[in-house]
Structure formats: C-alpha cells, structure tokens
C-alpha cells in the first residue's frame, strides 16, 4: 500500500515547465515564431503559443533542440603530465577527465554523442543514464574493430568480435578499414568487411566505418550505415552513398584544428610524428573540398560529427563554423545535421533531435541567430536535457 502511494505521488509530481521563444528552430529545418514549448517531466507534449506561466523566458535568443555530435571521442584525455593520454586511460585522473569531457560537451550544447569507441565508455554512459553524472546522453561502440589485412581474422571470426561487442554493451560497431589521413589501403577487404556490416545488421546494431579514399566505395558496397571522415571520396562515391541512403560524417577542420594547436601535447613518434603534422595542415583544403563536393551531391544524408578527441571536449561546434565559413554549407543544413538528421542516423528520431510532442525535452538556446551568423553556435546560454536544465545562464 505505501509503494502504491509512493507511486501515485511521484506522478502527480511530473514538473510541468513552461518554455517561451520567439525564434524556434525545430531540427528539422524550420523555424517558428512566438510559441511556447511545454514540458511534463523528461518530455515535450506540447507547442503552445499560449501556455502559461512561462517558467524560462528565452525570447531574444535562438531556440534549438540539443545538438547531437556523432562521432567522439568522450574519454579521450591529457594526462596531468599534459601530454595525449589516449582515450583508453583507467586512472582516477583519466575517470575525473572523461566526466569533465563529459560537462563541458553537455554545457556546449550537445545532449547527444556516439563515442567511437572505448571501453572506458560503458562507466560513463551509464553514470549519466543513471543521474549520477551530469553529461549527454551516450552511444558507445565499445571496442573498434580494427582492420589489419589478413590478421583481422577469417570472416567467421569478424563475426564473433560484433558480437562479443553487442554483449559488452555496444550500442554500435565501429570499424576501423583503412589507414591514415595522407596515406594507406584499406585494412579490411571487400569480404571481411561485407561480414562486420552484416553480423551487426543481424545482430540489429548499426555500424559506422573511418574509410579513406577506396575503403568509402567498399563501405557502401557492404551496406554498413554510416561512413567516417571519408578524404579521398569521389564524386562518384559521394553519389552512391546518396543512391545506397548510407549516411555520411565528413569533418570540416576542428579535429585538425585542434591537433594543430595542441602539437606539443601529441607529439610522439611514431603515432604522432613532425611529418605528420605538416601533412595535417596541407590537408584542410582537402576537408573542406570534401564538405562542399558532399553537400551539393543530391540527396546525400551528411551528418554532425567533429571527431574530438583531448583538447577539442566543448569545442566541438566550431566545426559548424568551419562549414558554413569555409565550405559554403547553408547554416539551416548545419543544424538539421545535428538534430533531426543525426537522430534518424541513430535510429532515434522519435525521441531527439527535433522540438514536436513526444520528444525528449532537450532543448538549448544561442545568444543570436545561427541562420545570420554561425559564430552564435559558440553561444550556448540556456542547456536542458530530458527536461532537466544545467545552463541558464543569459
Ligand atoms: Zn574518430
């Protein structure tokens, strides 16, 4: 009897909250005027130009569904030596920096992020799933699979790694086909591949593949779901991904960006090495020839990712800068990338990544228009995830 009371309490309780805005944008590439956005407990049920009391008035601002980044690198770190710790670090250190990784993507805007991926995930995604740390909402791959020729293993055994994946946890399969940026094949062949995509097609988990050059066309023919980064794509790759609806994360610059300003911190041969770093910065023109020649490929489903790894935590949005500066991508295409389009690439379009009834109330607002000027991306003042607000800080 005192659980059924205890029950019955807790529901009459769900906080209503009432949010007003005079410029919405609803993830999916419209914006409304002077309405209300209403919110029971974790969800919107309503858009309501009339509701009351207005409990956050972010009139004067832009108002947006939480960003969804697809591909982070959440645990990714700098040890307290200052140097690149990686993102495979168990010290407390690492644990304490994987959570502040964690408050400063949320504080930047983004609700939602698939980490690509690391075991150190799993602890993180479920602290906050849990309430107990505050940060976004987390997909994770666990393990990558990491293609090296034939020591990758037999397709057989391709198989039993997704597997082993989905039953640590995975929320998707990462995989690893070809080399670097400058230069390398691909890792996996035609064969191994088509078994990575469908074991986890079978196993109902998406799959997401870093391809350079001939791994993108080998991606698609396998039917995996989304491609990574993707340099050295041709037109004629960038059509078929569109033809085959596989979704597409190219980077516009910030992950190069950021290892450019934080060389010091990277640098070790043989990973990270001088050359290296030279060959990087000859290759932002390419990132953004790449983001151009996508988004004017018809029908091609490109989505948000800015890669980040240490040091690029809460920078992320800098990548819609690079877009729209660099690349000519429509500021309202940028958003939807990370909203609505991002959710649909996550198989969750029914709960983020769009304002309507029904939805997770995650909902941010810019200190300016977007649409006007792509640096107001880099003004996030008012954050709330599921209903909870962490940001109001206009
Ligand atoms: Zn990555």
Redesign the pocket.
Known sequence: MALLLLAVSVHAETRRTVIAADTLLDGKGHALRNTRIVIEGSKIVALDPKAAPVDYDLRNLTVLPGWIDS???ITWSFGSDGKNAGMNATTQEAAYSSASNAWSTLMAGFTTIQS?GSPTDLPLRDAIANGALPGPRILTSVEPLMGREEQTGSPDEIRAFVRKQKSAGADLI?IFASGGMTRGTMTLSQEQLNAACDEARKQGLRTIV?AYRDAVRAAILAGCTEI??GLGASDDDLKLMAEKGTYFDPQAGV?VENYLQNKDKFLAPPYYTEEGFAAMKDLLPAFHDLMKRAYKTPGLKIVF?S?A?AGAHGHNAEDFVSRVRYSGVDPMAAMVSANSLAAEALRMPDQIGSIAPGLQADIIALDGDPLKDITAVRRVVFVMKAGVVYKNSH
């Open positions: 591909h982070v690198h690509p990462k870093h990574e980064h992950v990712g890669d790894v």
